[in-house]
């Protein structure tokens, strides 16, 4: 048995009832107010605005990291990034780089192995940044195919010496070195077409992790779109995406299995906001604050479209707290497989809220945000406090001009967490430093060891890519 919805009603499928099909659409370095849906008046988005007018758009979103691995780790695992360690790395810092000797660990159950396991077929085309080593690969991880980038886009040869020419892989060879970064948004959007059409008429799930736009370089685009939008490469990268949505939309539809497929649009954290002069690789994360690769809400809510016709109530918005961890367990209920045990993943089934079930609540009592090793604030309800560190790195609200306090927020009353209400409400500031407490005895703080941590996977001598 498994639950479908239908007005927000849930009811038990036959066991003999076609399983839905899952997509998840990820995009890298997307900023909260980079799309239309979102507030965005640069760009022009037609494809998600669609989407979202026969969708559901979560306005309280959220990853578990300000940039690419920590946060691609949960979407993979249910889990909190410092739990399966792949928060922090001493060969890496805070994200893997080429010929790392680190991975996600083959231990942790991905949300690839869990769907295969209830007979899924499974894909993922785009950027993986997991681990650049054949055990640390998408095909050891429950994928059945892989084609795309083992890491970002920007990690090239001439960034750092001893780096190969970033490549483009289909499942464990290297097919083209050095990728033509061009074309990656059309190349990546033909192949994963083709794979559903392939499987259509099988339950599938595709994970589809979009390289653009991108980070420390420039981003890219087709010739199709480079130079026509109002914001540079960053968003000519942004409505090639878009245009990418549409195709993908429209053969869901044509193939006849748009009822039946999960849909949902997002990204890995909150775009970095380039600043310098004459810079037009400019994302944004308004009305929120903070830029990407920190702790501010810039960088952990994204905007996210979910669509499904004649399930997923459309032109609706959800205000309630949910996170990329709540992907796995959410999948797998409603694959009709059982949901991981209580305390193996930090995710939720949030199928209600998917659905538009108008009694429906955040399962979360408390969300944490790390940077790396270090907590720097906890959620819970619409309060965001944020720890009075020492040290703290990449901070959103604390530098040389402003001392660490603790600074509380109403995330709901003041998007823009822009008035400090701890002095109000001290109460509550009492209670989420418990929260931090919980956090830190669980996974861990700054020199301080979890009792829930797990470790990263380890090869001893890693080799590139290209030399295999």
């Known amino acids: 048995m498994f639950l479908t919805s239908f007005c927000g009603l849930y009811v038990a499928a036959r066991a003999d009832e076609k399983k839905p099909n899952f997509i998840v659409i990820f995009c890298d370095n997307l900023g909260y107010g980079d799309i239309e849906p979102f507030g965005s ?90 681990g650049d ?18 890491y970002s886009d920007d990690m090239v040869g001439d960034k750092q010496p001893g780096w190969p020419p970033l490549p483009l892989m289909e499942n464990e060879t290297v097919v083209e ?52 939008s109002r914001n540079g490469p960053w968003g000519d990268s942004i409505e090639e995406l878009d245009w990418s949505m549409g195709v993908m939309h429209d053969q869901l ?17 909150g775009a970095p906001i380039n600043r310098e002069p004459g810079d037009l690789r400019r994302g944004s994360n308004l009305p929120l604050h903070g830029r990407g690769y920190t702790t501010g809400e810039g960088a ?48 939720h089934d949030i199928a209600s809220l998917l659905f538009g079930d108008a009694d429906a609540k955040t399962p979360y009592e408390s969300f944490y945000y790390y940077h790396q090793e270090q907590l720097q604030a906890v959620r819970s309800g619409p309060w965001k406090l944020f720890l009075p560190v020492e040290s703290a790195r990449r901070h959103p609200h604390f530098n040389e001009d402003r001392k660490a306090e603790y600074l509380l927020f109403n995330l709901v009353e003041d998007i823009a967490s822009e008035k400090n209400v701890a002095l109000e409400h001290p109460n509550v500031v009492a209670r989420l430093k418990r929260i931090a407490d919980e956090a830190r005895t669980e996974l861990g703080d700054q020199g301080v060891q979890g009792q829930g941590q797990r470790l990263p996977g380890k090869v001893s001598n890693p080799v590139p890519q290209l030399l295999r």
């Not at 539809?253 to 954290?269: H, K, M, Q, R």
Request: charged fraction near 20%; hydrophobic fraction near 35%.
């Open 177 to 228: 070195a050095p990728c033509d970064r061009d074309t990656l948004t059309k190349r990546l959007t033909e192949r994963a077409m083709e794979w559903i059409g392939e499987h259509r008429d099988e339950p599938f799930f595709l994970y589809f992790p979009q390289a653009m736009p991108g980070s420390t370089t420039a981003p890219f685009s087709s010739p199709d779109f480079k130079g026509k």
């Open 300 to 347: 952990f809510r994204v905007p996210a479209i979910v669509w499904q016709p004649g399930k997923v109530p459309a032109g609706t918005t959800c205000s309630e707290l949910v996170t990329t961890m709540d992907l796995l367990p959410t999948f797998v209920k409603l694959a009709g497989g059982n949901p991981p045990s209580a305390g193996s993943v930090d995710g």
């Open 133 to 150: 080593q054949p055990e640390f690969l998408p095909t050891r991880q429950g994928f059945d195919w892989f084609y795309g980038l083992p």
């Open 41 to 130: 008046t640069l760009h022009s988005t037609p494809n998600l605005n669609r989407m979202a007018e026969e969708g559901r758009r979560f306005t309280h979103f959220c990853v578990t990291a300000g940039v690419c691995t920590p946060s691609r780790a949960s979407i993979m695992t249910g889990c909190y990034s410092q739990r399966v360690g792949m928060h922090v790395t001493d060969h890496d810092g805070w994200v893997l780089r080429p010929i790392s000797p680190y991975g996600l660990n083959p231990d942790e159950t991905t949300i690839a192995e869990a769907l295969k396991e209830e007979g899924y077929s499974t894909a993922i085309v785009g950027k993986w940044h997991l």
């Open 253 to 269: 539809v044509e193939l006849g299995i748009a009822e039946n497929t999960f849909v949902i649009w997002t990204s890995d954290n």
